[in-house]
């Protein structure tokens, strides 16, 4: 099942705060995020696990309602560098076996 | 630099044709997986292999396998080519896999079937 996220699309200046939203009609047992710059490869934010670990980056924060079954990702004061597209992926086990599976994306643009 | 290394960068083909994708993964890592990313969507989970082993399957066409060898290097092979086959597609390594430990995507092979 694939999470959801919200918004689509964003664009800011350099120096305002977005929150990206990933929701998911099951259960999460973890939930990953990367962001991905035009023509390049995903790079590996954070995981946020159920019972409140979070294992990430230093200037990115992000939240886990296990009840609500969402993730928020909190990008305060922007850089240009924040631009890109960000992905969460979604994982309803601590299977090994099991697969993350990602949604369609935010685009975030920041303008300077 | 994530360590994951992909060949080739560019592969141009035709229908019907056949192609293998490499993936070297970090050193230390035994997991691979591979995802397809077509135009303006997601990353479409494909299959993971741990240590030599098949793992996880997703929505890989019977067209498409892929191996893991024993130098932990992974394979992709995509058979009998169609237009709508042309995708980036992505490899990842991870240490052991599963949802505790990230992952870290090599740069991809960009495949355009003409």
């Known amino acids: 099942q694939q999470p959801v996220q919200s918004p689509q699309a964003v664009i800011l200046r350099e120096g305002e705060d977005a929150v990206i939203n990933c929701s998911s009609s099951?259960?999460?047992?973890?939930v990953h995020w990367y962001r991905q710059k035009h023509g390049e490869a995903p790079v590996f934010l954070m995981i946020?696990?159920?019972?409140?670990e979070q294992k990430g980056h230093e200037k990115i924060s992000a939240s886990f309602n296990e009840k609500k079954q969402q993730s928020s990702l909190y990008l305060t004061a922007s850089q240009l560098s924040y631009s890109g597209t960000y992905f969460c992926?979604?994982?309803?086990?601590?299977?090994?076996?099991?697969?993350?599976?990602f949604g369609k994306g935010t685009r975030l643009h920041i303008l300077p | 630099d994530s360590g994951v290394t992909q060949t080739p960068k560019h592969l141009i083909t035709a229908t019907g044709q056949r192609v293998t994708l490499r993936c070297s993964p970090r050193?230390?890592?035994?997991?691979v997986y591979w995802y397809q990313q077509s135009l303006d969507q997601g990353l479409q989970f494909l299959i993971q292999?741990?240590?030599?082993?098949?793992?996880a399957k997703g929505n890989i066409l019977e067209r498409f396998s892929a191996q893991q060898f024993p130098d932990l290097h992974s394979e992709l092979n995509l058979s009998s080519l169609e237009l709508g086959d042309s995708a980036l597609y992505f490899c990842?390594?991870?240490?052991?896999?599963?949802?505790?430990?990230?992952?870290?995507f090599g740069d991809g092979t960009r495949l355009s079937i003409l």
């Open positions: 990842a390594s991870s240490q052991e896999g599963g949802s505790v430990q990230p992952q870290h």
């Open positions: 099951k259960a999460l047992y973890s």
């Open positions: 946020l696990l159920k019972g409140g």
């Open positions: 992926g979604t994982d309803l086990t601590s299977n090994r076996d099991d697969k993350i599976i």
């Open positions: 050193s230390g890592d035994l997991s």
């Open positions: 292999y741990y240590n030599g082993e098949e793992r």
